[in-house]
């Protein structure tokens, strides 16, 4: 799925598109939360968001959590104050927060379980362009994680 390098947007905004907020984030996973927990993360996040109008993307693996959330910017701004006061996540480094016309990149939601070799992939493209010190400090300390877990550590943060 994260054939491209970064992350592909239209260069050609089109006015007819709606006005959509995009919240692109990665996170680590807190002690205890295993694969049941993620399902029933997803099973509510699936509901609550077909009601508002969000779409997007959720990756999970090696304790590490990739989220691409799109849509209304009410709503998605709201459930970004959600997620910054989950206990079930931590150390939430924000890759990209905008506000644009554009059609929608993840136009029904997904969920993905990849190894650590791809979110690795997508946190060190983010590393080369991150300029924020907090943000590199995260984004380091994730990527250290990944490198001394295994995939047998899925879905723990050790
Ligand atoms: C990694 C992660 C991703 C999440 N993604 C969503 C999501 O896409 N949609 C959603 O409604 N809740 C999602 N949640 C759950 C929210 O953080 C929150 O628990 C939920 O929106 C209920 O919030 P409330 O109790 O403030 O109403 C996610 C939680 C985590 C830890």
Known sequence: MFDEPGFPRDPDDDASAPTLYTFVYCS????????????????????????????????????????????????VRKLMASLHGDPRHYDIVSLDQSEEKRERLYPNWQMERVDADDIREVLEDALESAEDQTNIAALTRILDHLATSSLDSLGRAN
């Not at 993620?38 to 989220?67: K, W, Y």
């Open 28 to 75: 680590r996973a807190a002690d205890g939360v295993d694969d049941a927990e993620v399902d029933r993360l997803i099973e509510r996040s699936q509901r609550h968001n077909l009601a508002c109008g969000i779409t997007g993307v959720l990756v999970f693996g090696s304790g590490v959590f990739f989220q691409w959330i799109e849509g209304p910017t009410a709503e």
